[in-house]
């Protein structure tokens, strides 16, 4: 705390970064989908059904992956925003499930994070990490009846006896979380935890 009150909630755009992430990747999807259609009408066109047929099943599946990005473009864009604060911490989805927790609720909080393994170059190049929020109530009992929008965190993944919000393929929301949860909930946080690698994000 500062002479001029409490430090700043830390606030972190969940939903800014999907989106990003779906442009990009339905992008270099449909782009890759609409040439794989282009090559496979030409192969077509030279007499070769077979690579045709093969370009043909690759460009539509690429093609799809575009279209669905266009598809759930509201959803996945709707705004979202965690806020770590004084409070507690909570999740601000006005059009899904938001909750809130207050500290004083909690028995420990941590980010949990894993790194899919290199299994060539391309994946040594572009390393991707999954980065979670885990909280741990202090009386799961009376916890749970008190934060039903949560349920579905319940356990997630590999968590016992807490909740855990998957938050991606976001390597770079660790630095704000970690300050925010040293600024406002140090008694309670347990650091940034690395689960290991994983061949695949799940």
């Known amino acids: 705390m500062t002479a001029w009150g409490p430090p700043p909630p830390v606030v972190v755009d969940l939903g800014k970064s999907d989106t990003r992430k779906v442009l ?13 259609l282009i090559g496979a009408v030409s192969a077509f066109a030279d007499g070769e059904p ?5 370009a043909g099943i690759i ?22 925003k965690l806020i770590i604060e004084q409070q507690g911490i909570r999740l601000d989805d006005p059009q899904g499930m938001p909750w809130a927790v207050g500290w004083q609720e909690l028995g420990a909080v941590s980010i949990s994070r894993t790194q899919e393994r ?20 202090r009386d799961p009992q009376r916890f749970r009846p008190a ?10 993944h590999r968590v016992q006896n807490g909740y855990r919000l998957p938050l991606g393929d976001s390597a770079g929301f660790i630095a704000p979380i970690d300050h925010g949860l040293r600024t406002f909930a140090p008694q309670i946080y347990r650091g940034v935890i690395d689960e290991g690698f994983s061949v695949g994000l799940h």
């Open 59 to 80: 460009g539509v599946a690429f093609t799809g992956i575009g279209v669905m990005a266009v598809v759930k473009w509201k959803t996945i864009s709707r705004p979202r």
């Open 50 to 54: 077979v690579g045709g047929i093969i």
């Open 118 to 137: 290199a299994l060539q170059l391309a994946d040594a190049l572009v390393r991707r990490t999954l980065v979670r929020v885990d909280l741990h109530p």
């Open 24 to 36: 990009v990747g339905g992008s270099v999807a449909g782009g890759l989908g609409i040439l794989a």
């Open 147 to 156: 934060h039903q929008t949560m349920e579905p965190l319940w356990e997630f």
